[in-house]
């Protein structure tokens, strides 16, 4: 399981970590029995299990390639989340159902919490649209960049979308808008983490940590 992060802030700096330790990593005075400048905060980690998700397009992150696969255009896998945490994605051999698999996910919710009508029918939306010849292998092949994986999950959002009234989304709309934002941001928690790992510490503030560090992690 991802750990969190914790932000707390002291001699002018902002320090994040695992867990607050007894004594400032920069300044070195003791924290314990002292009130910090602010409470620590938790930064929630960004990955989500997928199984745990409900009517949601889901990215797989895998731990180690999500630097790499940063700029590759969806060399990670997607799938949109059915009610009771199976996975529906599409590969080489038509459509997949899985139980399992997606623990390390970034999310975004499909529906909203007041939708009752499409989350009672979104199951079988979802089943139904997965048997269309489309994604049958025998019907249609598998095509790398025009009819992969999320092709699947855009058709899929664009007829739920149509059902609904709305006007439908590109990919390139929807990668932009909400795909994106948590690509970078699960990237610079996946880097502050690394940081922690190897030197404990990730400190803000001080110059010569900022001139090192600030591409990386800002
Ligand atoms: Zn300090």
């Given amino acids: 399981m991802e750990r969190s992060v914790v932000k707390f802030s002291h001699c002018q700096k902002e320090i994040f970590c695992f867990s607050v330790p007894e004594d400032c990593p920069a300044c070195g005075e003791s924290l314990t029995g002292r009130r910090l400048e602010e409470a620590p905060v938790c930064l929630p980690s960004p990955f989500t299990n997928g199984h745990k998700t409900s009517c949601s397009f889901l990215l797989t992150c895998p731990q180690e390639n999500l630097d790499r696969d940063i700029d590759g255009q969806f060399e990670l896998h997607t799938g949109i989340s059915d009610t009771r945490g199976a996975v529906y994605n599409y590969t080489q051999c038509g459509v997949r ?36 010849p489309m994604w049958d292998p025998v019907w249609h092949r598998f095509d790398e960049e025009s009819h992969n994986c999320f092709s699947f999950c855009l058709r899929f959002m664009n007829s739920v979308l149509a059902m609904q009234g709305s006007a439908c989304v590109t990919g390139h709309q929807f990668t932009r808008s909400f795909v994106l934002p948590r690509v970078k941001r699960a990237s610079k928690y996946t880097t502050l983490c690394r940081h922690i790992g190897q030197r404990r510490f990730y400190l803000t503030g001080s110059r010569r940590e900022e001139e090192d560090e600030e591409d990386d992690c800002n």
């Fill in 97 to 132: 159902v899985d139980w399992s698999g997606w623990e390390r996910c970034l999310h975004v919710p499909l529906v909203r919490p007041d939708m009752f009508n499409l989350q009672a029918q979104w199951d079988q939306y979802l089943q139904h649209f997965s048997r269309a």
